[in-house]
């Protein structure tokens, strides 16, 4: 079984910084992506950024230039540095590991670490 877990999140200024932190466990063969969603009640949960087994990465529009997603030594961790952060930033973030287990390959999620950008 693989765990993800995510940490980080908090309350931060308009303009302030913060890093999410997200780690993968278990029995992992193989990661092929990580990757970092964002949700606020009501709406759908939205790609926030990506990277791929390769170290390629994708980033939604808003956030690019801002935020920065990367990897870990192991390879089955991942960070989502976030700066000049906005209001409209406020979500809780999940932490997405596509990977290879004894079960097939699969997406696992984490429990989610909420952003709050205010004033």
């Known amino acids: 079984q693989v765990q993800v877990v995510e940490s980080g999140g908090g309350l931060v200024q308009p303009g302030g910084s913060l890093r999410l932190s997200c780690a993968a466990s278990g029995t992992i063969f193989r990661v092929d992506a990580m990757g970092w969603y964002r949700q606020v009640p009501g709406s759908q949960r939205e790609l926030v950024a990506t990277?791929?087994?390769?170290?390629?990465?994708t980033y939604e529009d808003s956030v690019k230039g801002r935020f920065t997603i990367s990897r870990g030594n192991a390879k089955k961790t991942v960070y989502l540095q976030m700066n000049s952060l906005r209001p409209e930033d406020t979500a809780t973030y999940y932490c997405?590991?596509?990977?290879?287990?004894?079960?097939?390959?699969?997406?696992?999620w984490g429990q989610g670490t909420q952003v709050t950008v205010s004033s």
């Open positions: 990277v791929v087994f390769n170290g390629s990465t």
């Open positions: 997405n590991v596509r990977a290879l287990s004894p079960l097939g390959v699969r997406d696992h």
